[in-house]
């Protein structure tokens, strides 16, 4: 089992018993720099693949080097007919 850990470290968890979920032993996988969620809806900010050796995270982007977003509006009227 993998879980974000309040600080934001990737966790990997043992441990299960009955119906309840309980974890025994845990290990700190990585430190994470998640990005701060949009809504109260946006609660995966990460997935893991299959056999567990992979992660792909929603992080951070530091905006002084991020690029800037254009947006080009009726970009059909430039095109030849």
Same mark, same amino acid.
């Given at each position: ?21 309980? @974890? ?5 996988? /990585? ?7 949009? $809504? *109260?809806?946006?609660?995966? %900010?990460?997935? @893991? ?5 992979? /992660? ?7 905006? $002084? *080097?991020?690029?800037?977003? %254009? ?11």
């Amino acid at each position: 089992m993998f879980y974000l850990s309040p600080d934001s470290k990737m966790m990997a968890g043992l441990g299960f018993r009955g119906r309840e979920l309980r @974890v025994r032993v845990s290990v700190v996988l /990585f430190q994470t720099h998640r990005r701060i969620p949009i $809504s *109260s809806q946006d609660t995966f %900010s990460y997935d @893991v693949s299959a056999d567990g050796q992979k /992660f792909l995270i929603a992080t951070q982007v530091d905006e $002084s *080097s991020a690029a800037p977003l %254009s947006v080009l509006l009726n970009w059909t009227s430039g095109m030849e007919k």
